[in-house]
């Protein structure tokens, strides 16, 4: 079995075509689990593809534990962390604290209710309060609801949120659409401030083999598959990604170097 975050499958997703000895191992687990972030979808395919298996995608915190999970006998559902297990409550409210429409496009903070709810930050009463709304834990997590109940995350409030131009935009759906673009090895999407708009999106990209990008090109192709409002108005090369011991995206430096002018 292995239990990994997006960022370790979407390293095995990118060894996958070159490595058939990877391919066999993988085809032959068990069960395969994501959690921790949204799982590209593009990623999900490729390991599929490969290999036969099915990346099971669920949802937990260390304030909650396991909050949900995808059915592994159902139909897959790429991008979806599934529904809340019994005796779970979730609910994806706007800014208002009201519950977003079930139509698997609007963006809320996913809030938690369940009997394995921590009590609280030790010594830290108001970081306790500033999470806690009555019974209800905000994860600080965002994302959508489908027709039938299902979550999909797209990203964290602090970072992964965008209002750009009056629209409230989920970067997961962005960084999604760059990942399929083949010049693209890794990519972060996040709001700096804007004049005009209040916030610009801005992508943060690390081209396969440090080949040389057009980055109207880049921001064309994101354009002609989603809105265009939520087409990056700006994008940064990298060589790397700051990343954390688990191999998540720390956007948060980037944001503040860039800030700085210097990224």
Known sequence: MLFGVP?????????????????SSISGARLLVSGSGPLMTSDYQRIERASGQRVVERYGMTETLI??????????????????LPSVEIRVV???REDVPAD??????????????FDGYLHMPQATEATMSGAWFSTGDLGVISREGSLRLVGRGST??????????????????L???????????AGLPDDDLGERIVAWIVPVGGAELDTQELIDYVANRLASHK??????????LPRNAMGKIQKHLLLTVAVKGRM
Do not use: C, W
Request: no cysteine; glycine share 8%.
């Open 104 to 117: 698997d496009e609007t963006v809320g903070t996913v809030l938690v209710r369940s009997p394995s709810l």
């Open 160 to 177: 992964d949120l965008v209002k750009s131009g009056g629209y409230r935009i989920g970067t997961g759906e962005i960084e999604q659409v």
């Open 179 to 189: 990942l399929e673009h083949p010049g693209v090895e890794e990519v972060a999407v």
């Open 7 to 23: 960022t370790m499958y979407h390293r095995i997703a990118n060894a996958l075509d070159d490595d058939r000895a990877l391919a």
């Open 67 to 84: 909050i949900t999970s995808a059915d592994p006998e159902a139909p897959p559902r790429p991008g979806y962390v599934g529904q809340a």
């Open 231 to 240: 087409r990056p108005r700006e994008i940064r090369f990298l060589t790397q």
């Open 94 to 96: 706007d800014e208002a």
